[in-house]
């Protein structure tokens, strides 16, 4: 987790695309390690096909506690707060609008907005339509967008429902604002340099790679690095 110890300390909502490994892993270690320390609970925000799944495989007393049911000296440490797919759900003052994508299991985009812009995240995800219309509706200062494998493991990509940059490209087709700037999120680390430079041979001034542990600004035009 890309954050400062403060930074750290002060995270009360989480929000999950889906239930993969790498997307909950520290989940719970996160409430392990402060849980004598919260004041108020860690609330999820998940589907409830992923909350299932968090509570029969992970938070099962026999992978991990089951946070959901144990209480420090100020109460409980951990509730789940459902939203429905297709739906919407605030947190403080984000109003998150979740969109279905296209990935193995139920997984979740999102739109996130506060009063004066909003930015798009895909999630894990493959080829899909109903994203791109959902985007087609609004003003987008920026989408984060995956793009896990190298074109030479399309195969693999295909059977697991991922991005590779050239179906990127196929997909970025499908979004007509071309002024959006956009962003790579979710490269398989051992693949990271050999998606990068083939990203880069597509040619479009306006894809970026999101870079982790650097600060970015999101204003009502751009979402700019700032450190």
Request: some cysteine.
């Amino acid at each position: 987790m890309a954050v400062t110890a403060a930074e750290r300390s002060a995270i009360r909502d989480i929000v999950l695309t889906h239930a993969h490994l790498d997307h909950i892993a520290g989940l719970p270690l996160f409430i392990d390690d402060q849980f004598s320390e919260l004041t108020e609970a860690v609330r999820i925000h998940a589907t409830s096909e992923v909350i299932e799944i968090l509570e029969r495989d992970v938070f099962n007393w026999s992978v991990y506690p089951r946070f959901s049911e144990l209480e420090n000296s100020h109460g409980k440490v951990m509730e789940y707060r459902p939203f429905v797919q297709g739906g919407s759900f605030r947190v403080n003052d984000l109003l998150f609008e979740s969109i279905e994508v296209n990935h193995k299991v139920p997984c979740s985009g999102f739109i996130v907005s506060d009063d004066s812009s909003s930015i798009a995240i895909t999630g894990d995800t493959a080829d899909m339509d109903s994203f791109w219309t959902a985007l087609s509706r609004r003003k987008i200062s920026a989408l984060l967008i995956e793009c896990a494998f190298p074109n030479e493991l399309s195969e693999l990509a295909e059977m697991s429902c991922h991005l590779t940059p050239n179906t990127l490209a196929a997909e970025l087709e499908k979004f007509k604002d071309a002024e959006c700037e956009v962003y790579i999120i979710n490269i398989k680390p051992s693949y990271r340099e050999s998606v990068l430079r083939q990203i880069k041979v597509l040619n479009s001034p306006r894809i970026r790679d999101l870079q982790v542990g650097k600060t970015y600004e999101w204003t009502g035009e751009s979402l700019g690095q700032v450190s």
